[in-house]
């Protein structure tokens, strides 16, 4: 075992790769941090700032050979297709999400080298699941086809460790807020577009109801959590299926109160289409005390902090952009 981690991020172009790349590589030399994609990306900080290859998590011998060449010692699974994105082609993705996932967890079988985090959602749970405060241990009964590949995602992630001893780590995200990444398919993706059209052309269409409360987090916190649970001494870890988290809770109305703030003639909107439908199978909110007990999570943004820093670095992206 080489005696410094080297870490390997497959799915990097992704809303989650794109952020943890880049703060894996502050935190660490960039040379340790291997971005890779099912396609070459475009010119920007992604590639500039360290090591890239095209990879498709599909190829079982691909994957072995660069975790080998590598000398790999944790592999961040993310490549997936989201919620709404998934719903349009289920059997795609179905494809990418458990094929994905077994040909990651088969090599760590086989090499016993690395640690691996691989990330579940709020996806899991459905209808009849407690809506508020939704516990740890609950009814899980997806209705999208996203959900139903995290719930047996869960289930095999847990069979792994159980059965052959993968040190496999996993948090079931809610809708997660960056400005560093477009919006990827997601049906919390309005939480970041909202800040986009409201920034650019001081109104939002949305596509779920003004009173729709989803659990949501910021990007820092959620890049937080996920290395902080990857750092977490082995026998911490007591869940291996997935610890639910969350950080705050609030509707698109109350998003939009909260950015009129900043932007007063910002206007919102609404239009649910078929994403209100999966909106409405999923939490309101998360308990996740599990996750603060065992290994101390804590968030750092609340609706208002997290406002005030996406229109703020937003409104740098686009004034940057209009002077070049």
Request: proline share 5%; with cysteine.
């Amino acid at each position: 075992m080489p005696d410094k981690d080297n870490i390997l991020v497959i799915g990097a172009a992704g809303q989650i790769g794109t952020d943890l790349v880049l703060r894996l590589r502050q935190e660490l030399s960039a040379s340790q941090v291997i971005a890779t994609d099912v396609k070459d990306l475009p010119a920007g900080e992604l590639l500039e700032s360290g090591p890239f290859q095209v990879l498709d998590v599909l190829d079982y011998n691909a994957v072995a050979k660069v975790i080998d060449q590598n000398q790999i010692t944790q592999v961040y699974l993310l490549a997936a297709l989201l919620s709404a994105t998934a719903e349009q082609n289920p059997k795609l993705a179905w494809k990418l999400n458990m094929e994905g996932l077994f040909n990651v967890l088969d090599i760590a079988r086989e090499k016993k080298q690395f640690k691996m985090f691989w990330p579940s959602s709020i996806a899991v749970f459905g209808p009849t699941t407690p809506s508020n405060l939704t516990p740890q241990h609950t009814v899980m009964e997806p209705v999208t086809v996203y959900g139903v590949s995290k719930q047996a995602g869960e289930r095999w992630c847990e069979y792994y460790n159980q059965k052959y001893n993968i040190d496999v780590r996993s948090l079931r995200y809610p809708g997660l807020i960056s400005y560093k990444s477009p919006p990827g398919g997601g049906t919390t993706d309005y939480a970041v577009d909202i800040f986009h059209k409201a920034v650019l052309d001081k109104h939002y269409n949305c596509f779920l109801s003004k009173d729709t409360m989803l659990p949501m987090m910021y990007m820092p916190d959620a890049l937080d959590a996920t290395l902080q649970l990857m750092n977490a001494e082995s026998s911490s870890i007591k869940i291996r299926s997935s610890y639910n988290i969350s950080a705050l809770s609030f509707t698109p109305e109350m998003l939009a109160k909260e950015i009129a703030k900043h932007i007063s003639d910002f206007s919102i909107d609404y239009a649910p289409d078929f994403r209100q439908k999966i909106a409405d199978s999923w939490p309101g909110s998360i308990d996740d005390s599990f996750a603060r007990e065992q290994w101390g999570w804590k968030e750092t943004f609340g609706l208002s902090e997290m406002t005030e820093d996406m229109i703020a670095h937003i409104q740098e992206r686009y004034a940057l952009g209009a002077n070049k």
